[in-house]
């Protein structure tokens, strides 16, 4: 019945809309973003002082002065060497031992690390279409991966979300595309069950409000019937479990009408 109401809504001509309804079209997101890619977290805090792994055991450069560092420093040797120190950051939050670099686990973080790179790359330039294409490649690679996890260990897949700071977005089983006549079709449906629900909501306060003065009589009934058959000396129906019963269900509505009365006069002080 909904279905064909919104065809009559919107699809034929010169027939005026009976559910004011609007559709908003979503935004769209870049697959880069870390909205879609699912990375919680920005670049590792390293500081541009910072020395590559490889100089750094020099024992050599240990003693030299600071403008020698500096010239060995992150900030003079450039990019390559900053995301070579961010990889490695984020592999050593998750790697068992030293040599550790082939489990999933250390694989997804080195990923991880460069996915993050790129994506800092991608907001300075973001018409870099070869950058976009390897981001792009380097988020579904590791979706694999943590696919494959989440199948064979789930405890290690959990604990490396958290180490990293990442959600899971696995890719949808059917993929389905957005379109405004099923969306406006969605939107009739809820229209019309809100307006059901606040018609249902409706008569159930009105049944409510006459549920007192129903038990009300029914209790004067049930007395007046009693008193009768005991007067009238015949066989008794109506007994005083029953009309206890009744009064306290009138007990109940009471105590339940007088919250009720409570709250309207609180809405009105606060309007």
């Avoid at 279905?3 to 699809?11: A, D, N, S, W």
């Avoid at 919680?40 to 055991?57: G, R, T």
């Avoid at 981001?135 to 199948?151: S, W």
């Avoid at 007192?212 to 129906?237: D, H, V």
């Amino acid at each position: 019945m909904l279905r064909g109401l919104t065809t009559v809504c919107f699809q034929t001509r010169g027939v005026k809309q009976l559910v004011n309804v609007k559709w908003v079209k979503p935004e769209y997101v870049p697959a880069y973003k870390p909205q879609k890619s699912g990375d919680l977290e920005n670049l590792p805090n390293i500081s541009q002082s910072s020395i590559p792994e490889d100089y750094a055991l020099s024992e050599h450069l240990k003693d030299a002065p600071e403008t020698v560092k500096q010239l060995f420093s992150v900030a003079h040797l450039g990019k390559k060497e900053y995301n070579a120190l961010v990889k490695k950051e984020l592999m050593d939050r998750v790697r068992k031992h030293k040599y550790d670099d082939d489990t999933p686990e250390t694989k997804i973080a080195k990923l991880t690390g460069h996915i993050r790179c790129l994506q800092d790359t991608m907001e300075q330039f973001p018409r870099n279409i070869k950058t976009k294409v390897c981001v792009q490649e380097l988020i579904d690679k590791r979706k694999k991966l943590l696919k494959f996890l989440r199948q064979y260990d789930y405890k290690k897949f959990e604990w490396l979300l958290e180490k990293l700071n990442i959600e899971y977005k696995a890719h949808p089983e059917d993929p389905h595309k957005l379109t405004r006549k099923e969306s406006l079709r969605k939107l009739t449906e809820m229209h019309c069950d809100e307006i059901r629900n606040n018609k249902l909501a409706d008569y159930r306060n009105l049944l409510e409000s006459q549920q007192g003065p129903f038990l009300e009589n029914k209790l004067k009934a049930l007395k007046f019937i009693r008193n009768e058959q005991i007067e009238l000396k015949l066989s008794i129906t109506v007994t005083e479990q029953d009309i206890s019963k009744v009064e306290k269900q009138l007990d109940d509505w009471k105590i339940r009408n007088e919250q009720k009365q409570e709250l309207k006069k609180k809405k009105k002080k606060l309007i």
